[in-house]
């Protein structure tokens, strides 16, 4: 069963930074666009950052531009969301999630059908 693993959450300081992983269990991710997505307290789930399955293209939402960075490597079958400057407001979980898609103009939770089962992070001081 295809499943995904995300790591890197933690509790971070204001204008601190903090690397998210996402990997599969042993299925390649070469061919699946990955997306990273976000549900904070009291809010609906939201798109971060996505990525076509080459690494070609990438979307990211406006709240986050200039601020993270979504990048992956098929060799080693990862996929990362490096966080910089972070806020309060970025607080939540961080979701991966997996499908055989194009990343042209959007990065949106519907589009996306295989999740993994999310990591925690807190920026707080």
């Known amino acids: 069963q295809f499943q995904l693993v995300e790591s890197g959450g933690g509790l971070v300081q204001p204008g601190g930074s903090l690397r998210l992983s996402c990997t599969s269990n042993g299925f390649s991710l070469d061919v699946y666009a990955i997306g990273w997505f976000r549900r904070a307290p009291g809010k609906e789930r939201e798109g971060v950052s996505c990525?076509?399955?080459?690494?070609?293209?990438?979307v990211d939402a406006d709240s986050v531009k200039g601020r993270f960075t979504i990048s992956r490597d098929n060799a080693k079958n990862m996929v990362y969301l490096q966080m910089n400057s972070l806020k309060p407001e970025d607080t939540g979980v961080y979701y991966c999630?997996?499908?055989?898609?194009?990343?042209?103009?959007?990065?949106?939770?519907?589009?996306?059908?295989?999740w993994g089962q999310g990591t925690q992070v807190t920026v707080s001081s």
């Open positions: 999630a997996a499908e055989i898609i194009p990343v042209q103009a959007r990065c949106v939770p519907g589009d996306f059908g295989s």
């Open positions: 990525i076509s399955s080459s690494g070609s293209n990438t």
